[in-house]
């Protein structure tokens, strides 16, 4: 049997070449990513939210207690101009880059239209849902509204609201 012999001169060299590699390397795969805080003194209606979405304009919606806040990059919006006021937003669902559905605590859920001339659909939910505190708002595969709430999981499609 053959006796394999080891030089150790390349065995330190392979070793120094690959702790060099990654000494070299790790500081170009490492990311640095930049937070900012923004608070009431900054413009939002409260200090704290309960999520923050990014619509496919990119802008920044901030919901709480509170209601909800729009940020552009520069400034806040708050939803005084949407007609919200007085609204806990619970969740966001982007329809398109205009519509809006918002989901509540305690009154259900509403739409949302950024277009002025726009006319929103007329939705007739259950009762039940008009009360309920909406925490999830998103679309299935069979391209259905599903909307989460504290009185059960609802399907909306188009006309009617279907209770699971």
Not at 7 to 36: D, E, G
Request: a positive charge; hydrophobic letters at 35%.
């Amino acid at each position: 049997m053959e006796q394999i012999k080891c030089k150790p001169f390349k065995v330190v060299n392979s070793w120094i070449l690959l702790i060099a590699a990654i000494l070299f390397c790790s500081p170009l795969l490492s990311r640095q990513y930049i937070f900012r805080n923004y608070s009431k003194s900054d413009g939002l209606p409260r200090n704290w939210v309960y999520k923050i979405y990014q619509d496919s304009k990119g802008y920044l919606w901030f919901l709480s207690d509170k209601g909800l806040t729009r940020y552009d990059g520069y400034d806040f919006q708050t939803d005084e101009k949407w007609g919200l006021t007085d609204t806990v937003a619970w969740s966001i669902y982007e329809v398109n880059e205009q519509d809006f559905w918002i989901g509540t605590a305690k009154s259900g859920f509403k739409y949302l239209s950024l277009k002025k001339e726009k006319d929103i659909p007329p939705l007739h939910p259950p009762l039940a849902l008009k009360k309920a505190t909406v925490t999830s708002i998103g679309r299935g595969p069979d391209g259905h509204l599903w909307l989460g709430s504290s009185e059960g999981v609802y399907r909306y499609d188009g006309s009617t609201f279907l209770r699971y």
